[in-house]
């Protein structure tokens, strides 16, 4: 497979007054597995589309090996392989015939295309639908098979909106598994997920869009570390439950209390210090964990960051 990087260069898209994205740049490399993160509406699945060429920029260019997109090019659709956000027009077709002539269309010769059809219909268990046709699959099942059409002749870029959507956690779990088992130094994957807890297992790098724009570029670590350092820590009191309470609302306004049981989110300083004055008092405490914050954690603190930010600006404005 040949090396081909992918450069957003100052591209935008406005629709009426709404600009789905805004002087987005990036490079992305091969090798990584890039998760496009961010609310509804943030422009995620436009920056996908762009990359296709389903959507024309309004300013700006996507360019793939220093090659420039454009809407209809054979070359662009050689090189990516695309699952979209909403179910394929594969209607007519069965499940079976869908990702097989997938597989052909992208130059599989008919065994392999065969063989590797039925290595997704059993690990994505589609056996049993072979058969039926693709029009008449609830939703879950569709999405299915629009990860097999991707997955039985990946290209060198695979661009996938929303893979685990829809999905039962087993399924889940297993689509995860097979993007995870495309990572190779000549491949880019790039996904949007709202799925931020399972993602984060697979993502080499995360790419976090708000409001048309990345508000944040890097690893899952950086994410975490960008947001502060603070822990998740869950207490069950041997005795005095009210005393645990008392103590934590001294350093956080993050925390709940079931019956015996508090749990907080603080600094990592203030958290250990605590425990530690805590688990100096015998009984005091029946058990503890403590937990690093998830990406979803770090995601979600980034979000009220920017609401805060919003909510200020507009009172600004109004005063
Ligand atoms: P979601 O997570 O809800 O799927 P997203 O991050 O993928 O959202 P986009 O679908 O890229 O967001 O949309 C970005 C913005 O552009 C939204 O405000 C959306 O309403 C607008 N938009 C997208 N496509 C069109 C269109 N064809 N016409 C008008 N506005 C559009």
Redesign the pocket.
Known sequence: MSTINLEYDHLS?R??D?W??HDINLVIEPGSIVGLL??????????L?QLVGL?RPTEGQVRLGGRTVAPGKRWVKELIAYLP?HPLALGDLTVQEAIRSSALLRGQSRRDADQNTETLLTRLNLSSLRNRQVAGLSGGEHRLVGIASVLVAPTPIVAL??PTNELDPLMRHRVWQLIEKLREPARIILL?S?NVLEAERVLDRVLI?ND?RIRHDGGPLSLRQNVGDFLKVSVTAGVAPERLEDDVQAITTEFQRHETAVEFTASRLEALKLLAQWLGEPGLVASVSVHEPSLEDAYLALRQQWEGNDNQEAEEREV
């Open positions: 898209k629709y009426g709404t789905a994205n961010g609310p509804n509406g943030a422009g995620k699945t436009t920056l589309r959507t956000q909106d929303e949007v709202h869009m048309g």
